[in-house]
Nanobody, 118 residues
Framework: QVQLVESGGGLAQAGGSLRLSCAAA????????MGWYRQAPGRQRELVAA???????NYADSVKDRFTISIHNAKNTVYLQMNSLKPDDTAVYYC????????????WGQGTQVTVSS
């Protein structure tokens, strides 16, 4: 059974930094991509950043130049370094992992709260 263990959320002041981690366990097949999504109250879940196993990143415009995503393939872990945080970054952040075993499979973490105070 695939499990995604997220850590690193919490409270930060505007302009501060947080680092999120997500470790995937129980993977069958190979991981093709990992990423972070977020959902604020009353809003739809949106992509924050994603990265392929080959290291190609993709960012939402709202976080470009502030957030950095990285992947450690040997540890099946993805990181999100969040700098210059803004109150608008407040949301529950979810880790998503895409694997390949005969077909693509998506798995989600339970989410970690990030709150940025002004």
């Amino acid at each position: 059974q695939v499990q995604l263990v997220e850590s690193g959320g919490g409270l930060a002041q505007a302009g501060g930094s947080l680092r999120l981690s997500c470790a995937a366990a129980g993977i069958i097949g190979s991981i093709t991509a990992m990423g972070w999504y977020r959902q604020a109250p009353g809003r739809q879940r949106e992509l924050v950043a994603a990265i392929t196993s080959g290291g190609a990143p993709n960012y939402a415009d709202s976080v470009k130049d502030r957030f950095t995503i990285s992947i450690h393939n040997a540890k099946n872990t993805v990181y999100l370094q969040m700098n210059s945080l803004k109150p608008d970054d407040t949301a529950v952040y979810y880790c998503k992992t895409t694997t390949w075993y005969r077909a693509p499979h998506d798995y989600w973490g339970q989410g970690t709260q990030v709150t940025v105070s002004s």
